[in-house]
């Protein structure tokens, strides 16, 4: 339809069982296309890009309407189900199912096999993606050159029960639920049992702003949490590379690994100068790295960039190696305050229960608690070798646990470890168990101020 043209669907007017020979299976959109009703389906539509939908520079509408079961074709093809393009709008509202039916097949593509927008805006209102598998980049979405999602109580991945639990999910080599690259996202709702199978199970992102509010990124009643395929290492829930993103009262949770070799950030890998700021209770929690040969960074793995833990906590995480909570690499950054917690968490074999830090670290923390926390060698809760170390504020250094040295805090090498204590600053109750040091432990070149 050409960009001057307006068609309304209503009353069962499904598209079903087109082909296109360039794009735009079901419809090649440039002006206004909106759909409305259960029965007003959209399926079986095939096209090199866009199986069911192109649109270039116009708007679709659909409300209680379903893609299902559409392909992008092309050996490159992108868009199983919608292909967005040159400023497009795409609004979904209202019960809309991308990619997910009982007796449907799946959608799919080489990119976004449920969405792929390019330099265009995607809304959803109370939408479900999932069953769509994308050959390599965001099975459920994919985002591109300056494109916005506004996303409101929408699931990546979900699951239902029909005689047993069905895991609907979305799969992708990198992000099986989302990937943005230079886009931005507002996002809500839930993100799970979607599959990567080399980094960011639940969500991939480069050069790209993630805003992340009432959001869950793993398991949500039956629905399982996100994982990493046999093949990938790097980020179970979330992978952040030259991105900045802020979680509020967001909880990430339970995504997995299935490679026993080696896993980085089952919560989230953050790297390339990226920044992640946690705030209003949000929680990384629960992943477990203890079967991997090399499990580290449980929690949050940080290379060469930026950690903010605000009101917000780390817990029950456990690596297999080293930083049960937090692993730092590189020229990295970790700021909690504001009453933020790093507890319950565990290095089995190696240091820093709660935060390992390695090469030119910059922990500052003001105002925070680290408890519980227990590491297999040195610093139960932080172990640092280099860079710096600054305790401000009231903080609470209590029952954390080393199998060598420094019960609480292990400093070697070069780090520089500062402590200024407000008057409801307390440390009690840590053990070295092995070693020296029941609250600290100072190596040979370290200097405690």
């Known amino acids: 339809m050409s960009s001057n043209s307006s068609i309304t669907a209503t009353n069962g007017a499904a598209i079903y069982g087109n082909t296109a020979s360039a794009s735009g299976g079901g419809g090649y959109i440039s002006g206004q296309f909106s759909a409305y009703g259960e029965t007003s389906d959209i399926y079986n539509n095939c096209a090199p890009n866009g199986g069911g939908f192109h649109v270039p520079g116009g708007t679709l509408y659909l409300e209680e309407v379903d893609l299902l079961s559409?392909?992008?074709?092309?050996?490159?093809?992108?868009?199983?189900?919608?292909?967005?393009?040159?400023?497009?709008?795409?609004?979904?509202?209202?019960?809309?199912?991308?990619?997910?039916?009982?007796?449907a097949a799946s959608q799919t593509a080489y990119d976004g096999a449920g969405i792929y927008a390019d330099n265009s805006t995607v809304s959803l209102d109370d939408v479900n993606l999932g069953y769509n598998l994308a050959t390599r980049y965001g099975g459920g979405l994919?985002?591109?050159?300056?494109?916005?999602?506004?996303?409101?109580?929408?699931?990546?991945?979900?699951?239902?029960?029909?005689?047993?639990?069905?895991?609907?999910?979305?799969?992708?080599?990198?992000?099986?639920?989302?990937?943005?690259?230079?886009?931005?996202?507002?996002?809500?709702?839930?993100?799970a049992t979607n599959v990567a199978n080399y980094s960011g199970g639940g969500i991939h992102a480069a050069n790209s702003t993630l805003n992340i509010m009432d959001a869950t990124i793993g398991p949500v009643g039956s629905a399982l949490g996100n994982r990493m395929g046999t093949s990938g290492y790097y980020g179970a829930g979330m992978y952040l590379n030259s991105s900045q993103a802020t979680l509020n009262n967001t909880v990430v949770t339970s995504n997995t690994f299935e490679s026993t070799s080696n896993n980085y950030g089952g919560g989230a890998y953050v790297t390339g100068n990226s920044t992640l700021v946690l705030t209003h209770t949000s929680e990384i929690a629960y992943h477990d790295l203890s079967a991997a040969n090399f499990g580290r960074g449980a929690g949050v793995y940080l290379n060469g960039s930026s950690l903010t833990l605000d009101d917000s906590s780390i817990h029950h995480n456990i690596a297999s190696r080293d930083g049960g909570g937090v692993r730092m690499l590189g020229t990295s950054t970790f700021n909690m305050r504001n009453n933020a917690h790093i507890r319950d968490n565990q290095a089995l074999s190696e240091e820093g229960g709660g935060i390992a830090a390695f090469n030119t670290p910059d922990i500052n923390i003001e105002n925070a608690t680290l408890k519980d926390n227990t590491a297999g060698a040195d610093g139960g809760a932080v172990y640092i070798e280099g860079g710096t170390l600054d305790f401000?504020?009231?903080?609470?250094?209590?029952?954390?646990?080393?199998?060598?040295?420094?019960?609480?805090?292990?400093?070697?090498?070069?780090?520089d470890p500062r402590f200024s204590a407000g008057s409801d600053s307390l440390a009690y109750a840590n053990d070295a168990q092995g070693g020296n040091g029941g609250m600290i432990y100072l190596g040979s070149n370290a200097t405690a101020e």
């Open 70 to 103: 559409n392909q992008a074709a092309a050996t490159d093809g992108k868009g199983g189900g919608i292909y967005v393009t040159n400023g497009g709008d795409v609004h979904l509202n209202d019960s809309v199912a991308v990619g997910t039916s009982l007796f």
């Open 142 to 191: 994919y985002l591109g050159n300056n494109s916005t999602l506004q996303a409101v109580d929408t699931d990546l991945g979900h699951a239902i029960s029909f005689i047993v639990t069905l895991q609907w999910g979305n799969s992708a080599n990198y992000g099986g639920g989302l990937y943005a690259d230079s886009s931005t996202v507002d996002f809500s709702g839930n993100i």
């Open 392 to 415: 401000t504020g009231g903080w609470t250094l209590r029952e954390n646990t080393a199998g060598g040295n420094g019960g609480a805090i292990a400093v070697t090498g070069t780090a």
